[in-house]
């Protein structure tokens, strides 16, 4: 028996997950008419009749799930109750009671934050606020509303209006597991607030998910929760300059925006919030615009994305119009690498340039965790399966998210790293799990904690299947293509870097430097090692969906560290400086602006070499 | 330390299936330290770390190559091993299936890397002697065999963990290694790269560590 009271008192609950099985999902009146359609298609071979079938089954399965968890909640009741009255002789109202003032004081909420300040070595910062019970399902009761999270000039803005036309990305509102617990389950404050789904279903879902907390309530971690050393501010997970947004300040209007600590945090990120609004102010112009000629010219169509996978759209309206200058594609790329996708709107863009909205099917993720869950011993799959468990507690060790220091047990975040990389594995068995997407994939579920694990699966396989290159047709992490994958390093070693950096280049020939060793990890990691900085990698990310070729993407990007390094590098004279400077830590202290900059001009004289190239050869 | 000439350079590659605790044991002799809560090598991570021989008043220097274990990575071993002057085969003496890969390293590396590799077998986990899988006369055996085939295997137990052995190891390979020749420059090291050269490059290293 579990001692924590809590947990015995309320249950790991009863959920059974393969009742779920072949669910739609709770949101299906959410869908557009085209997801509706791809779902029939894919799905059910066009047969509405059967999809019909399946909703109906849908809500009888979910009745019964309520009758079943509440059924469970009330023998619970009945047995607490005996055994007060047996073992404490104490009446239904005097545990009635009881039972009042524990939830007042003691939610589970507070028992969790507690745990987590005890880890942290030093108390909760003192502007957080414990509030009762009510409150928290307030909150909970708020729906995936991006406007709560972004600042005001976004709230006034053109991309305000586009995150929340209906699309396909979803975010999920903040849970937390007292409301389900603490018996206050009628969300409270939802006067215009659309239909929820019950709660008891969201949180079947997903077993082993307890709350995700936001990291503004720990003190003790950066925005993205690492933990930072001392209870300081990490240097190594420090903006690298002041181009780039404040991740924390923007966060943290997301949390608490009448808290008393939003003033303070207001006016340190002042500096940085001018330089903000100029920025999402130029965002807003460039779609302004795009929309409003793109609303001119398909007036008849019902359904066009507003930028498309690696936004092709904007070549398509580059075309209608035109121009060879300053080109709407051009002029995004531009926007990209100068400032980076502003992080309010970052999921959705990335959803939509990373083509996850086109090949996202909805409840197709439930059924392949279903499948992964039962297929756990299936010869073919047993060693994707195996190495992942092997990886699962060395990802992300210092996060908070993937790993409670205090108790040693895992993190939210681990159990639904563990569910996207099974259920990938069962979609691509072909390819498998390769270590390294491990890092990706816990990358991207720290990148928003707001975006459903579901999306964040199809995010990380359209990244796969679209973004990251491909080898002769096949995917970037698939067994043929690590041979590729090396022969581009010695090419880019040998070939693209003599060339464009000819005097460092020979500078570590004469070294005996062995240039692919260095980059080969850059790549099998698609840099998350040595871009170690969440807001850097989440950059490289937006500028790798609108690369015009990923692979010189890479190449360039490859070369922008070096070339960032020029300095440092000369002035070294032994081989084994080298590999240590180019380490992970290698991108501390980089300025994200100079580094994309840079990445951009090398990556245009690539893509210029590879086409002279290619004429030489014709 | 004598602030003498004798220093020697090689290159010691880590091969060994995942998790059997290769980072763990590079990371107790480069730092020290044992971290439950390591996070997982994928391609290949390069540490440096010396040792000195007192017997010869000489530093050894080690530049280490910490591999990747998962299979799918094991293309990329050549890579790392070429022109090595030593290599660790490490398995986990709670796991038969990794002493069984061990032994396909050994026989990888006598095919294909540089001669005269001195190549250690390593079993690690030895802290966990409950779980014991891999006997040890069985090492000793398989051991004994290769000898009868004329290849020199050296093995040894540690614990990451605890620490016990570890150091050993790497002093031993570094007793096996052609220190006396790369030093008067007489010979060059088995092994492809040209350490006597590497020497003369770098005064400001000796008799650091
Ligand atoms: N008990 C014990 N565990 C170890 C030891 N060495 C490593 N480990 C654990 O084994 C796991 C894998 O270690 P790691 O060094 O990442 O293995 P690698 O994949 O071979 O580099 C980690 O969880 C380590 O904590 C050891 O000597 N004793
Ligand atoms: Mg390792």
């Known amino acids: 028996m579990n001692k924590d009271p809590h947990k015995s008192l309320f249950g790991d609950s009863i959920h059974n997950p393969s009742q779920l099985n072949h669910s739609l999902g709770s949101d299906v009146h959410e869908w557009s008419d085209e997801t509706i359609e791809k779902v029939v298609s894919i799905r059910f071979g066009g047969d509405y009749n059967l999809f019909i079938r399946q909703l109906s089954r849908d809500i009888t399965q979910k009745e019964q799930d309520i009758i079943l968890l509440r059924d469970f909640y009330l023998r619970r009741e009945r047995q607490f109750y005996k055994v007060c009255a047996s073992h404490a002789n104490l009446t239904h109202l005097e545990v009635d009671k009881l039972l009042d003032d524990i939830q007042q004081k003691d939610t589970v909420d507070d028992v969790l934050l507690d745990m987590i300040s005890v880890a942290m070595k030093e108390p909760l910062a003192p502007t957080l606020k414990r509030e009762p019970p009510t409150t928290i399902s307030s909150n909970l009761a708020q729906q995936p509303d991006i406007e709560a999270h972004s600042s005001e000039s976004e709230r006034r803005g053109w991309l305000r209006g586009w995150i929340q036309s209906p699309n396909d990305l979803r975010y999920e509102w903040v849970r937390s597991t007292s409301s389900l617990h603490s018996g206050s389950r009628t969300p409270k404050g939802t006067e215009d607030a659309p239909i929820v789904p019950p709660l008891e279903l969201v949180s079947m879902s997903q077993p082993g998910d307890s709350t995700i907390l936001d990291p503004e309530e720990l003190t003790n971690t950066d925005p993205y929760g690492f933990i930072t050393e001392n209870g300081s501010e990490n240097p190594k997970r420090q903006p690298g300059d002041g181009s780039n947004f404040d991740a924390r300040s923007s966060v943290s209007q997301v949390v608490n925006p009448i808290d008393s600590s939003y003033?303070?945090?207001?006016?340190?990120?002042?500096?940085?919030?001018?330089?903000?609004?100029?920025?999402?102010?130029?965002?807003?112009?460039?779609?302004?615009?795009?929309?409003?000629?793109?609303?001119e010219r398909n007036q008849e169509e019902t359904f066009v994305p507003t930028f498309g996978l690696k936004a092709l759209e904007l070549k398509t309206l580059d075309r209608q119009i035109s121009f060879k200058e300053d080109s709407y594609l051009?002029?995004?790329?531009?926007?990209?690498?100068?400032?980076?996708?502003?992080?309010?709107?970052?999921?959705?863009?990335?959803?939509?340039?990373?083509?996850?909205?086109?090949?996202?099917?909805?409840?197709?993720?439930?059924?392949?965790?279903?499948?992964?869950?039962?297929?756990?011993?299936?010869?073919?799959?047993?060693?994707?399966?195996?190495?992942?468990?092997?990886?699962?507690?060395?990802?992300?060790?210092?996060?908070?998210?993937?790993?409670?220091?205090?108790?040693?047990?895992?993190?939210?975040?681990?159990?639904?790293?563990?569910?996207?990389?099974?259920a990938f594995v069962v979609l691509r068995s072909d390819i498998g799990y390769v270590q390294g997407m491990n890092k990706i994939v816990g990358n991207l579920l720290i990148a928003d904690k707001r975006v459903t694990e579901e999306d964040t699966f199809w995010l990380f396989v359209s990244l796969i299947d679209e973004i990251l290159p491909t080898y002769h047709g096949?995917?970037?992490?698939?067994?043929?293509?690590?041979?590729?994958?090396?022969?581009?390093?010695?090419?880019?070693?040998?070939?693209?870097?003599?060339?464009?950096?000819?005097?460092?280049?020979?500078?570590?020939?004469?070294?005996?430097?062995?240039?692919?060793?260095?980059?080969?990890?850059?790549?099998?990691?698609?840099?998350?090692?040595?871009?170690?900085?969440?807001?850097?990698?989440?950059?490289?990310?937006?500028?790798?969906?609108?690369?015009?070729?990923?692979?010189?993407?890479?190449?360039?990007?490859?070369?922008?560290?070096?070339?960032?390094?020029?300095?440092k590098l000369l002035s070294l004279d032994n081989y084994d400086d080298v590999y240590v400077l180019m380490n992970r830590n290698a991108t501390r202290n980089i300025g994200f602006r100079e580094l994309m900059e840079i990445t951009r001009e090398l990556e245009r004289k690539i893509g210029k070499m590879e086409k002279d190239r290619g004429k030489r050869w014709e | 330390m004598p602030p003498s000439q004798r220093f020697a350079q090689f290159k010691l590659v880590l091969l060994g299936e995942s998790a059997v605790g290769k980072s763990s044991v590079v990371h107790r002799f480069v730092k020290n330290t044992f971290d439950n809560m390591r996070e997982s090598t994928i391609g290949a991570a390069f540490l440096t770390q010396s040792v000195t021989l007192p017997e010869i008043n000489a530093t050894v220097k080690f530049e280490i190559w910490d591999t990747a274990g998962q299979e799918r990575y094991k293309s990329l071993a050549p890579m790392y091993y070429r022109n090595a002057h030593a290599a660790l085969c490490v398995y986990d003496i709670t796991n038969?299936?990794?002493?069984?890969?061990?032994?396909?390293?050994?026989?990888?590396?006598?095919?294909?890397?540089?001669?005269?590799?001195?190549?250690?077998?390593?079993?690690?986990?030895?802290?966990?002697?409950?779980?014991?899988?891999?006997?040890?006369?069985?090492?000793?055996?398989?051991?004994?065999?290769?000898?009868?085939?004329?290849?020199?295997?050296?093995?040894?137990?540690?614990?990451?963990?605890?620490?016990?052995?570890?150091?050993?190891?790497?002093?031993?390979?570094?007793?096996?290694?052609?220190?006396?020749?790369?030093?008067?420059?007489?010979?060059?090291?088995?092994?492809?790269?040209?350490?006597?050269?590497?020497?003369?490059?770098?005064?400001?290293?000796?008799?650091?560590?």
């Open chain 1, 263 to 295: 003033a303070t945090l207001q006016e340190v990120g002042r500096r940085h919030d001018d330089e903000k609004q100029a920025i999402e102010a130029r965002w807003n112009t460039f779609c302004n615009e795009v929309m409003k000629l793109r609303n």
């Open chain 1, 330 to 422: 051009k002029r995004l790329q531009s926007l990209i690498s100068k400032q980076g996708i502003p992080p309010g709107s970052r999921s959705k863009f990335w959803f939509e340039l990373s083509g996850a909205s086109n090949i996202r099917v909805p409840g197709e993720y439930n059924r392949l965790v279903e499948l992964a869950k039962m297929h756990a011993n299936d010869p073919s799959l047993i060693q994707s399966f195996n190495q992942i468990d092997l990886d699962l507690h060395r990802t992300m060790p210092s996060n908070v998210y993937f790993h409670n220091s205090t108790t040693s047990l895992p993190g939210p975040l681990h159990h639904r790293l563990k569910r996207i990389l099974d």
């Open chain 1, 474 to 567: 096949e995917s970037y992490f698939s067994p043929s293509s690590l041979k590729h994958i090396r022969n581009a390093q010695t090419e880019l070693a040998q070939v693209q870097f003599a060339l464009l950096m000819p005097k460092l280049y020979a500078h570590l020939k004469q070294l005996d430097v062995q240039i692919e060793f260095i980059t080969m990890n850059w790549w099998l990691l698609v840099f998350t090692d040595i871009c170690n900085l969440m807001e850097l990698w989440y950059r490289v990310i937006d500028n790798l969906l609108v690369s015009d070729k990923s692979e010189d993407f890479l190449k360039a990007l490859s070369l922008g560290i070096f070339k960032h390094y020029e300095k």
């Open chain 2, 96 to 209: 038969s299936s990794s002493f069984q890969k061990a032994q396909n390293w050994i026989k990888e590396l006598k095919k294909q890397a540089s001669e005269g590799i001195v190549i250690c077998l390593v079993g690690n986990k030895a802290d966990l002697e409950d779980e014991r899988q891999v006997d040890a006369n069985a090492v000793t055996a398989y051991v004994e065999e290769l000898s009868g085939e004329g290849i020199q295997v050296f093995t040894e137990e540690c614990s990451a963990k605890s620490g016990e052995g570890v150091l050993e190891i790497f002093t031993n390979v570094a007793k096996a290694l052609p220190v006396e020749e790369t030093i008067n420059g007489a010979s060059k090291p088995s092994a492809g790269r040209q350490s006597g050269v590497e020497l003369n490059r770098r005064p400001q290293q000796q008799g650091c560590c």
